[in-house]
């Protein structure tokens, strides 16, 4: 089926579309036992009422939205500025839009999709696992970029991605604290129910410690709370506070962002500990600020604009039809510098 219409759900309740549009605008003039059927048809269907193109001549879409989960990061501030670069070379307008980290991005593109009649989504950040039948109501052409692409998503055929290995380049930053003399290292991750790019660095975390064969310590991973602003600073300070009140023994805090690693040194020094002396500290990402902050940040650097470039340009690739969907991964490349030492 293509797009929903208010029609198709009138015909499908076998009433009239006024009635299902009183129903919409909840209005007091409709049987409620009516209005129940409309609505859990609406439901079932994904069909979200398209407000902004009522009365409206229906117009060539020429806005790509690029949802952005976790807008905190500045990390995604470099991708998003060359991702809105690569969409005005092509005489698109960009809509950009944050999506809270309670928030199912899928749905939030849905009502986009109708209020602002997009020619295609980038999603920014999110879950790499989401319902088929619910992505296929998209109708529209779209790229997951920097959400982690695990290789049982390689075959899917409906989307395409653009990632790092993240379980494999964080197993690189973990197996080399390893092999420059650390065994007790802490990891600042995502929750447990995780199923995005935190769920693919944790498990490269425990791989590089069970093939060196050192035991994973629970005490030792220290997951973010749903009430921390997520890869933040603040997060990464308050989780490493925990950590060293612990008093369980460690010698190095791997972050799965910079961002929550640039907090982990501000708690290490608010404690009157000293980096890399007293522990080391490495994250991942790559941001600027982690080059020019004291001590300069050891880190897993992505390679930003290729990725945002090829981002746009697999969108437009599909959306013109020169091209199908693909699954890109890229290199990072493991960057040592002041925080982290051998020992």
């Given at each position: 089926?293509?797009?929903?219409?208010?029609?198709?759900?009138?015909?499908?309740?076998?009433?009239?579309?006024?009635?299902?549009?009183?129903?919409i605008n909840n209005h007091p003039d409709i049987n409620p036992e009516t209005k129940e059927?409309?609505?859990?048809?609406?439901?079932?269907?994904?069909?979200?009422?398209?407000?902004?193109?009522?009365?409206?001549?229906?117009t060539e879409a020429k806005s790509i939205a690029v949802l952005v989960k976790g807008i905190?990061?500045?990390?995604?501030?470099?991708?998003?500025?060359?991702?809105?670069?690569?969409?005005?070379?092509?005489?698109?307008?960009?809509?950009?839009?944050?999506?809270?980290?309670?928030?199912?991005?899928?749905?939030?593109?849905?009502?986009?999709?109708?209020?602002?009649?997009?020619?295609?989504?980038?999603?920014?950040?999110?879950?790499?696992?989401?319902?088929?039948?619910?992505?296929?109501?998209?109708?529209?052409?779209?790229?997951?970029?920097?959400?982690?692409?695990?290789?049982?998503?390689?075959?899917?055929?409906?989307?395409?991605?653009?990632?790092?290995?993240?379980?494999?380049?964080?197993?690189?930053?973990?197996?080399?604290?390893?092999?420059?003399?650390?065994?007790?290292?802490?990891?600042?991750?995502?929750?447990?129910?995780?199923?995005?790019?935190?769920?693919?660095?944790?498990?490269?975390?425990?791989?590089?410690?069970?093939?060196?064969?050192?035991?994973?310590?629970?005490?030792?991973?220290?997951?973010?709370?749903?009430?921390?602003?997520?890869?933040?600073?603040?997060?990464?300070?308050?989780?490493?506070?925990?950590?060293?009140?612990?008093?369980?023994?460690?010698?190095?805090?791997?972050?799965?962002?910079?961002?929550?690693?640039?907090?982990?040194?501000?708690?290490?020094?608010?404690?009157?500990?000293?980096?890399?002396?007293?522990?080391?500290?490495?994250?991942?990402?790559?941001?600027?600020?982690?080059?020019?902050?004291?001590?300069?940040?050891?880190?897993?650097?992505?390679?930003?604009?290729?990725?945002?470039?090829?981002?746009?340009?697999?969108?437009?690739?599909?959306?013109?039809?020169?091209?199908?969907?693909?699954?890109?991964?890229?290199?990072?490349?493991?960057?040592?510098?002041?925080?982290?030492?051998?020992?």
């Amino acid at each position: 089926m293509g797009e929903m219409t208010i029609k198709d759900i009138a015909k499908m309740c076998g009433v009239g579309i006024s009635t299902v549009s009183r129903a919409i605008n909840n209005h007091p003039d409709i049987n409620p036992e009516t209005k129940e059927m409309i609505n859990a048809t609406i439901k079932e269907y994904g069909y979200i009422p398209n407000n902004s193109a009522r009365n409206l001549k229906r117009t060539e879409a020429k806005s790509i939205a690029v949802l952005v989960k976790g807008i905190s990061n500045i990390f995604f501030s470099s991708m998003i500025k060359v991702m809105e670069e690569e969409i005005k070379k092509r005489k698109y307008t960009m809509v950009l839009h944050h999506v809270e980290f309670n928030e199912d991005e899928v749905d939030v593109a849905l009502q986009l999709v109708k209020e602002k009649r997009l020619a295609g989504i980038i999603f920014l950040g999110g879950y790499f696992h989401h319902s088929e039948d619910k992505l296929k109501k998209l109708h529209v052409p779209f790229v997951l970029s920097t959400i982690g692409c695990p290789p049982e998503n390689f075959s899917k055929k409906g989307y395409s991605s653009i990632s790092v290995d993240d379980e494999q380049e964080s197993y690189n930053m973990v197996n080399w604290l390893i092999q420059n003399g650390h065994k007790n290292i802490a990891i600042l991750c995502a929750s447990p129910d995780d199923e995005s790019i935190g769920k693919l660095r944790l498990e490269g975390y425990k791989k590089a410690l069970l093939e060196n064969k050192i035991e994973v310590n629970l005490e030792l991973i220290m997951p973010m709370r749903p009430d921390m602003e997520q890869y933040s600073l603040q997060s990464g300070y308050d989780l490493t506070t925990q950590l060293l009140e612990k008093n369980t023994e460690f010698t190095a805090v791997y972050a799965i962002s910079d961002m929550m690693a640039i907090g982990a040194c501000k708690a290490i020094f608010d404690k009157g500990k000293k980096i890399p002396e007293d522990y080391s500290v490495a994250g991942f990402d790559g941001t600027e600020m982690g080059a020019f902050y004291h001590p300069s940040l050891t880190t897993v650097r992505q390679p930003v604009e290729d990725m945002a470039k090829a981002t746009a340009q697999l969108l437009f690739e599909v959306l013109s039809e020169k091209s199908v969907h693909k699954h890109r991964i890229f290199p990072a490349e493991l960057v040592i510098r002041e925080s982290a030492k051998k020992i």
